[in-house]
């Protein structure tokens, strides 16, 4: 805004006294101070309001003014209250610097100009982001993107002082300005998000973590995938991005709402040209996929596979390994205006498991440019391509990272000797947040194959990752996954059992272990998981308990004479495996 324009408001009591010339500076903010020397706190283009506290005699307007102008200030506003009359040595010294000056009648607070100001300098900006986001719509709607998001966040920052984000539904940075946001943070902020788009309220969703409140946007996938005003919020909270600002938008006006609204539509354009970019993967797993259910010979499948290959793992020039994951959401049944049964679950697995299967550590929504997923009933299936042992070797600095994301797994040792993708893997990043989008009435379960070598080996893949998803859903929890190796463990045996069955045997073999412990504390239950674990070496358990030998041999035969076995026989200690791992 302009001097002049504040001259020209009756209500903010200003009187010129100097610097008619001048009136047409811009005002970029104000600024209240009684400090002798406040260059620290300005950086150019202030209103400077000010109660003379700092002026002693008629020798210190003239430093003060100097530093004003010095610093680029716009003008100079004294108040009237303290010594009534504006003293004459201040209006000469603005005047001999060229600063404007204004009195300001005692009736009027300094909080009404500086209210004043603010209101009219940001609703300036707003309008000039506006126009300069209307431009950039039209640039990137109208021919090849033009800086994809992070260009319309970079203005948020510079024009309106705002730091802002776009976030993936697990919390993963799609786009920033400055420095990247925590991957806990981002994990919080979707978590937030999800739940809060749970509950039916309407955007934008506040949030404070740890000390800093931050606005969280939807911003709607609108293209063709999208499912078009969903009868049902369960349809698309698991796929849609996030825009998380850094502010407290609830006090916002009605103009910088609408703002914000334009960007995540800007930014909702761009989700789709990515989205457009994926079709091509999608079609050659959807035709991988119908290949393999229909039975179709290996050299057909193979053919496909040849095809893929290039897109997928541009100039590898090897075939490659493949690994096979397959993901389902399921809905329970609540108030929802669609049954459960109603839900299209297919394409909300799809655009999910693409985000699952992203590096984590990677940001940037092409990161997950190697990943084929078709969906088919309420399933969604991943044909992911795998570098021969050959080529990861000569790789090996490049898949550095790849191999950091796998750090947090316990048994680092065993994916070392087995490469490619791993259940507990994939999910470790993403549980929290799609825990609060699933809410009580919805589960995400995924299953893993092994990498398989040839086409005539994909078929068996996918029926074992789909397997392995069938073991996952036996579990309890929202967010569960299996991978291939525990279909060939007694593990997988267990999420089968009727859960009566379960009690019963449990009860018959434990219970009677668990009273005695009640009445007496002999720990017969941690003796029995020790000598097992121990594999009934007597030496090594008791060394485990810190017991004596002697001591270890009377709880074991305590726990034969309570329960009736032997646990020199293999069938009992099976029986006691099993119970303890079922209880």
């Not at 776009?166 to 978590?191: F, K």
């Not at 496909?304 to 994951?325: H, T």
């Not at 049964?341 to 299967?357: C, N, R």
């Not at 940001?363 to 050959?390: K, Q």
Request: hydrophobic fraction near 45%; include cysteine.
């Amino acid at each position: 805004m302009r001097l002049r324009a504040l001259l020209e408001t009756d209500a903010l009591g200003l009187r010129l006294l100097g610097g008619e010339d001048e009136l047409d500076r811009t005002v970029r903010g104000v600024m209240t101070t009684d400090l002798r020397d406040p260059s620290r706190y300005l950086s150019g283009g202030e209103l400077v309001l000010t109660g003379l506290a700092w002026r002693r005699d008629a020798a210190d307007s003239e430093p003060f003014v100097r530093i004003l102008a010095g610093a680029g200030v716009a003008g100079l506003a004294a108040g009237e209250a303290e010594l009534r009359d504006i003293p004459a040595d201040l209006v000469e010294a603005c005047r001999h610097h060229r600063l404007p000056l204004f009195a300001v009648n005692e009736t009027v607070a300094f909080a009404t100009i500086t209210e004043h100001v603010v209101r009219q300098v940001s609703g300036e900006r707003a309008g000039d982001l506006a126009a300069v986001v209307d431009r950039h719509r039209r640039l990137m709607t109208s021919g090849p993107a033009g800086g994809g998001p992070e260009v319309v966040l970079d203005l948020l920052t510079s024009d309106l002082d705002l730091r802002a984000w776009v976030l993936s539904p697990t919390g993963r940075q799609i786009a920033g300005a400055g420095a990247p946001l925590p991957g806990p943070l981002g994990a919080a902020l979707a978590g937030h998000h999800l739940a809060a788009t749970r509950t039916g309220r309407r955007g934008p969703h506040r949030a404070a973590v740890a000390g800093t409140t931050y606005s969280l946007f939807p911003i709607r996938n609108t293209g063709r995938g999208a499912v078009p005003a969903a009868r049902d919020v369960r349809e698309s909270v698991l796929s849609d991005w996030l825009l998380a600002v850094e502010a407290d938008a609830s006090d916002w006006p009605a103009a910088r709402l609408d703002l914000l609204q334009g960007v995540t539509q800007l930014i909702a354009v761009e989700r789709d040209r990515r989205d457009a970019a994926r079709t091509v993967r999608r079609r050659l797993a959807q035709e991988v996929l119908e290949l393999v259910q229909a039975g179709a010979a290996p050299a057909e499948i193979a053919a496909r596979l040849r095809v893929a290959a290039p897109v997928l793992l541009p100039g590898l020039g090897v075939a490659p390994q493949w690994q096979v994951v397959v993901a389902r959401v399921d809905w329970g049944a609540t108030g929802q205006t669609a049954a459960a049964g109603d839900i299209a679950s297919g394409p909300v697995a799809q655009a999910l498991l693409e985000e699952i299967l992203v590096d984590p550590a990677v940001s940037g929504p092409d990161s997950a440019d190697r990943i084929a997923v078709a969906h088919t009933g309420e399933e969604a299936i991943a044909l992911v391509p795998l570098p021969t042992a050959t080529t990861a070797a000569a790789g090996s600095d490049e898949d550095a990272s790849g191999e950091a994301a796998r750090a947090d797994v316990e048994d680092a040792d065993a994916l070392d000797e087995e490469p490619g993708l791993h259940a507990d893997a994939l999910l470790a990043s993403v549980r929290e947040p799609l825990s609060a989008g699933l809410a009580d009435d919805g589960r995400l379960t995924l299953g893993v194959s092994a990498a398989v070598h040839s086409a005539e080996g994909l078929r068996g893949a996918l029926e074992e990752a789909r397997h392995a998803r069938r073991v996952a859903a036996a579990r309890p929890g929202r967010v569960c996954a299996a991978g291939h190796h525990e279909l060939a463990s007694h593990v997988l045996l267990l999420p089968f059992v009727p859960d009566d069955v379960r009690r019963a045997f449990t009860a018959r073999l434990l219970d009677p272990l668990r009273d005695y412990d009640r009445r007496h504390r002999a720990e017969l239950i941690e003796t029995l998981e020790a000598f097992l674990d121990c594999d009934g070496s007597w030496t090594r358990c008791a060394a485990r308990l810190h017991l004596h030998v002697n001591t270890l041999r009377y709880r074991v035969g305590r726990i034969e004479q309570l329960t009736g076995r032997d646990l020199s026989r293999l069938e009992d200690k099976l029986d006691f495996f099993l119970a303890l791992r079922m209880s």
